[in-house]
């Protein structure tokens, strides 16, 4: 009898670090095999499709199902997406001026033209960053593919990339990464023709 070989996935993260803690985080999810379903970049600017509107509206949703989260500068880019969020605990619940930038996101409620069909994020999860990643990337490709009448085709790659935010300096510095990503699209790691 063969022997299976099992593949083990080798973690990411910061060893022992309580990714509940309150903090910020800088966060990069990549579309599956870096494919460009988002949209694209013209002139220094991104032009979304309608998949890469429904990444931004339920971006923008989050702090409706995660009342922890305040969401500051974001992107989508034609095959990734960059975001910073901040996590605060029950009793710190930061208020939008705390943080430059942060964005209120719709109730899932509403009926705007991009969020009339948004499905739920399901019931909140534990606190934690990973929690908050997998509904996002779950509740884009469930709408995603109900819009576009597919099943089930994969969106995003298996995992995604996260800083730990450290200082005033730090967050200056991926806020500008992240304001000037579409400029420097040719430059970035993520580009391909």
Known sequence: ?????????????????????????????????????????????????????IAKSVWEQIPSHFPFVTLDHFVIMPNHMHGIVFISKDDEIASDSEHVGARHALPLHSHTSHSDNLRFFGNPPAKALSSIVGSYKS????????????????????????HVIRDEADLNRIREYVLTNPSKWIEDKYYSD
């Open 1 to 53: 009898m063969k022997s299976r070989r099992i593949h083990t996935r080798r973690s990411i993260r910061l060893p022992y670090y309580d990714y509940t803690e309150s903090g910020a985080y800088f966060i990069t999810i990549c579309a599956y095999q870096h494919y460009h379903i988002f949209g694209h970049v013209e002139d220094d600017k991104v032009f979304l499709n309608h998949v890469g509107l």
């Open 139 to 162: 509740a884009v490709s469930k709408e995603a593919n109900s819009q576009l009448r597919k099943k089930e085709s994969t969106l995003w790659q298996r995992n995604y990339y996260e």
